[in-house]
């Protein structure tokens, strides 16, 4: 049963990806016994089923996502956020109360707590495609973020900046000093010790935005942020 793909390759649609007894994941078909990719993307293999990550597309929130989300709206108990989705998430004014404390939120004033325009890093709780994403921000490193920037990215080019076992937002970690939320859908949240390092680290997510589906990035990468380092 041969593969011709490893993890990490970037693959074209019609592109043979293995032959035999697999299964095709999302964005896979299989005829007869040969799997074919049906987007751009890079190529997954896991437990016998072979899937591509597509290079493009828009984010469709999973129960389990670490998302960022934008304050856009209220309601008379909770929040709507934007998540780069043609969902809206929400959250309940519950999850950002203090500790011990209760609240009437029918006559209170949300903006205490969140305002218009915040933004807070959550999970996804419950998606089921026919209404509202239902997020939380309970839990290590969820909540509110403030200061740093906010950025915005192809969702499908999440996996591609995080890298096979972290590799690619370690190596941007770790020449920049930057501390970085990335979100699963595409927005990424970048906090450095000076405007500099924040704006350099926004230039080299850029850079993997754009090109995601060339081989030797990660190499380019490197070289990109000793040059700008030194300069």
């Not at 990719?37 to 929130?61: C, D, H, M, N, S």
């Not at 495609?129 to 950025?151: F, P, T």
């Not at 080299?204 to 995601?212: F, L």
Request: glycine letters at 10%; hydrophobic letters at 40%; charged letters at 25%.
């Amino acid at each position: 049963m041969p593969i011709y793909v490893k993890d990490w390759d970037l693959v074209v649609p019609g592109e043979v990806l293995a032959e035999g007894d697999y299964v095709a994941g999302p964005y896979v078909y299989k005829e007869g016994n040969k799997l074919f990719a049906t987007v751009i993307g890079i190529a997954e293999i896991k437990r016998g089923v072979i899937r591509v990550v597509p290079l493009q597309g828009p984010y469709i929130p999973k129960v389990g996502d670490v998302v960022i989300g934008i304050v856009v709206d209220y309601l008379p108990t909770a929040y709507v956020l934007d998540i780069n989705s043609s969902y809206k998430a929400i959250l309940q004014v519950a999850e950002i109360l203090p500790p011990q404390k209760e609240v009437n939120a029918l006559a209170e004033d949300l903006s205490k707590y969140l305002d218009v325009g915040d933004v807070v890093v959550c999970k996804v709780v419950r998606f089921d495609k026919y209404s509202d994403v239902v997020v939380s921000c309970k839990g290590k490193e969820l909540g509110k973020i403030a200061d740093g920037r906010l950025i915005k990215v192809s969702p499908a080019k999440i996996p591609r900046l995080i890298g096979r076992k972290g590799s690619m937002i370690n190596l941007i970690k770790r020449e920049t000093g930057c501390k970085m939320m990335i979100g699963q859908n595409g927005f990424i949240w970048i906090k450095g010790k000076d405007p500099a390092s924040e704006v350099l680290t926004e230039k080299v997510i850029r850079k993997i935005d754009e090109e995601a589906h060339i081989s030797g990035l990660t190499q380019r990468v490197q070289v990109m942020l000793q040059s700008e380092k030194r300069g």
